[in-house]
């Protein structure tokens, strides 16, 4: 599909007193039955009203250098996207659009799937079956709760997703050029003198040293077409371990963002599982959808992928001290002293791994393995 083309400003109608109409458990009856409380969370890009055993997810009216919901119509179009793409690995999760229409000096929903909309449409929203908390990896791993079945079956979809997914044909000096460019933003917002992290520019200093010594890795992934339409933000709180488990909020703002090696993918995912403290969940995954992709992919790769990623979660925990007012502002630097610190440690395997080779270093997989499994 083709994005609209985004004007620069857009007013968006009594936009505080649509926010009270949603809030209320009347504006939910029409498809979640009667109610009685409606719970509210708001998020840099989106406002989410979760009521009863349905979720609605409201688009902000906000523009930032990675996506643009400022106007009626890139926010239709986004919410379309989403539910597009989540179709690949939530398929019974998103149920379609609601349309929020003002008429009769107030507000209504309306579904999008109902034919012609009476009212004047002031914005959209996207409708989910709301998910068992207590399924959802992240709670899992806080609560110890994660089997190696649970895994398994996990792998099995990620796998059959990576398989069927469409290779983007990005050209190969445009994928690394996008690891270089993350980078330069990494380094302006992570030595800033007012946050004090230790190690900071040594690790940028390393991985932009490991771009340049491993970028025929790379490039070679690239080459070889493994740069595919994925999920594009992997993370344990998008994981809710039904049977069978399903992936939610694929990004659908930047197409460019979701175009990943699957390798990178899941490296995330086992990154953010080992620092939430389940380690054994990233190699036990990797291994699992490697074998379903007949991928052998050296431990060099794997190294790099995490130590790009770990200081790419330190930046975005930092971004959150240059809010106006940042939401619990003391845990963002500590979280990102350790992505920093991991990455580090990444960069140390990969030196490794590329001086004593395969043959010392053990599989790609063992090689990305952080210690053993529960």
Partial sequence: MTAPPLPRTEAVPDSQAALHFLQSPAAHRGHAGRIDTVETIETHMSWVFM????VLKLKKSVRYPFLDFSTLAAREYYCREELRLNARLAPDVYLGLMALQHRDGGYALVPDAQGPLPGHTVDWLVLMR??????????????GGV??????????LLGDFYRGATAT????ADYLARFQREQTVNRELLLRPQFHLSRAEAALDGLDAALLRHSAL????????HVLDGHGDLRPEHVCLLRPPVVIDALEFNAALRQVDPVDELCFLGLECEMAGAPWIGPQL???CMAALADAPPPALLHLYVAYRSLLRAR???AHLLEPQPRTPLKWAPRAQRYVDRSLAALASLEHAATRG?????????AAKPCGSP
Avoid: F, K
Wanted: net charge negative; aromatic share 0%; no cysteine.
């Fill in 51 to 54: 009521a009863g055993d349905h």
């Fill in 130 to 143: 709301r998910l068992p908390a207590q399924r959802l990896l992240d709670r899992l791993i806080a609560e």
């Fill in 147 to 156: 089997t190696v079945e649970d895994i398994a079956a996990l792998a099995r």
């Fill in 169 to 172: 044909g990005v050209p190969p």
């Fill in 218 to 225: 790379l490039l070679q992934r690239a080459a070889d077409g």
């Fill in 286 to 288: 990797l291994a699992a």
């Fill in 316 to 318: 975005l925990a930092m």
């Fill in 358 to 366: 395969p043959a010392a270093g053990g599989s790609a997989l063992s």
